[in-house]
């Protein structure tokens, strides 16, 4: 993959992921718009949030006459409740017709965090039929080519750092008294979130030093970074972490030869634990705190989509090194995802799930 490195003309020091022409595409796009829609993916995570409502607070605080809605796939967990206008995103599985009423009336629809209209259920069939122009940012893989205009670069450690950099590039930004944009309050809270949820704390995907550039820039626009930390981490409650507890004690199986690790949760032992969205969201990771595992998969059963009978089983890989997991997550459970960090699903029980991956890890992970 090319990657386009700029440097930014109103930001010297820094150098920007957007090819120049792109970017003014996009923004030709932005400021032509005044009823924009802004989707993002299932099970949305402080990345999908975090640049969504960035993006609609940057539209709407330049131009009174816009309107631009939020709209996720299902509902995004309470620890990123506090984000601001968060009240009025819209959730597609509980506000279905409102959703497709916002779609109906947008000029245009702006994609983040996702590139493959499948990854935002079934909202987006409608989205691929809908006539209007449409503007993708994300830091994913393999995008497919469904929009108008594609921003895609998956050496960015977030969606959120790629619309900092757009923002940045705005040709109607004012420029404040100063020799660069710089973002108001909402928008820097919003995009800190993604960077700091998408890079674990900036302890991985983190290394290019243009990215504490950002998060300076953040800390001047006024963010409170341990707040943030503290608003989106520390908020488990007894349940959550009762049931980690019991992931890592109970259900942690270790594959010493392969150096993995494998927890599985049935609907059963979610319920035990009174399961939100967004309890299970990390666990994968943790098995790697060991110092001799460097793979680890989190298996969580969900009931059947509607119109359907089989269980639908949640797949996460992770791992450490040179042993991608991104081609065993598309093979065997339809999905993908960077070499280190991918995901899919698999239609049946917990149990059929956890037999095919038993079946399948030998052929795609290696031993050393
Ligand atoms: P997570 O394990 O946090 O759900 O997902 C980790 C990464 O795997 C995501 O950032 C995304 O790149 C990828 N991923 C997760 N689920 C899917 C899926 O169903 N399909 C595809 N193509 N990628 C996925
Ligand atoms: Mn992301």
């Known amino acids: 993959m090319q990657i386009n490195l700029y440097l930014c003309t109103k930001f010297p020091n820094m150098t920007s992921r957007i090819d120049i022409q792109l970017a003014a595409e996009a923004h030709r796009l932005l400021n032509a718009a005044r009823r924009v829609v802004i989707f993002t993916h299932m099970g949305p995570d402080g990345d999908a949030m975090g640049s969504s409502l960035a993006?609609?607070?940057y539209l709407e605080s330049r131009a009174a006459d816009v309107r631009a809605?939020?709209?996720?796939?299902?509902?995004?967990?309470?620890?990123?409740?506090?984000?601001?206008?968060?009240?009025?995103?819209l959730v597609y599985e509980r506000q279905a017709e409102m959703c497709d009423?916002?779609?109906?009336?947008?000029?245009?629809?702006?994609?983040?965090?996702f590139n493959d209209a499948k990854r935002i259920g079934p909202i987006?069939?409608?989205?691929?039929?809908?006539?209007?122009?449409?503007?993708?940012?994300?830091h994913h893989l393999h995008p497919t080519d469904f929009a108008t205009v594609m921003i895609s670069d998956p050496s960015a450690s977030s969606t959120c750092e790629l619309v900092y950099y757009l923002l940045n590039q705005g040709q109607s930004n004012s420029n404040q008294g100063r020799d660069h944009w710089r973002p108001i309050l909402d928008i820097a809270n919003c995009l800190y979130t993604g960077l700091m949820t998408d890079t674990g704390n900036f302890s991985y995907n983190s290394s290019n030093p243009d990215l504490y550039e950002i998060v300076?820039?953040?800390?001047?626009?006024?963010?409170e970074k341990d707040k943030i930390y503290d608003r989106v981490f520390n908020q488990y409650s007894a349940d959550r972490m009762h049931m980690t507890g019991y992931c890592l004690y109970r259900k942690m199986q270790l594959f010493p030869e392969y150096h993995l690790a494998l927890i599985t949760l049935s609907i059963e032992e979610l319920k035990q634990f009174n399961y939100k969205?967004?309890?299970?969201?990390?666990?994968?990771?943790?098995?790697?705190?060991?110092?001799?595992?460097?793979?680890?998969?989190?298996?969580?059963?969900?009931?059947?989509?509607?119109?359907t009978s089989k269980n639908v089983v949640k797949v996460s890989f992770r791992s450490q090194g040179d042993r991608p997991v991104n081609v065993m997550a598309a093979?065997?459970?339809?999905?993908?995802?960077?070499?280190?960090?991918?995901?899919?699903?698999?239609?049946?029980?917990?149990?059929?799930?956890?037999?095919?991956f038993l079946r399948e890890y030998p052929k795609y992970f290696k031993k050393d």
């Not at 009423?101 to 965090?113: G, I």
């Not at 300076?216 to 963010?223: C, D, K, N, P, V």
């Not at 093979?331 to 059929?352: L, T």
Request: charged share 25%; aromatic share 8%; proline share 7%.
């Open 55 to 57: 993006l609609r607070h």
């Open 69 to 89: 809605t939020v709209i996720v796939p299902n509902d995004f967990p309470d620890f990123l409740a506090w984000l601001p206008g968060v009240a009025e995103v």
């Open 101 to 113: 009423q916002r779609l109906d009336e947008a000029d245009l629809a702006v994609c983040l965090d």
């Open 124 to 138: 987006g069939e409608r989205l691929l039929q809908k006539p209007c122009p449409k503007l993708m940012i994300d």
């Open 216 to 223: 300076a820039e953040l800390m001047r626009a006024g963010i």
């Open 277 to 307: 969205q967004g309890d299970t969201e990390g666990i994968v990771n943790m098995p790697l705190q060991m110092g001799d595992i460097f793979y680890s998969v989190f298996m969580r059963e969900q009931e059947p989509k509607p119109g």
């Open 331 to 356: 093979e065997v459970f339809r999905g993908g995802g960077h070499a280190n960090a991918s995901g899919g699903d698999f239609y049946g029980s917990i149990r059929a799930a956890a037999r095919l």
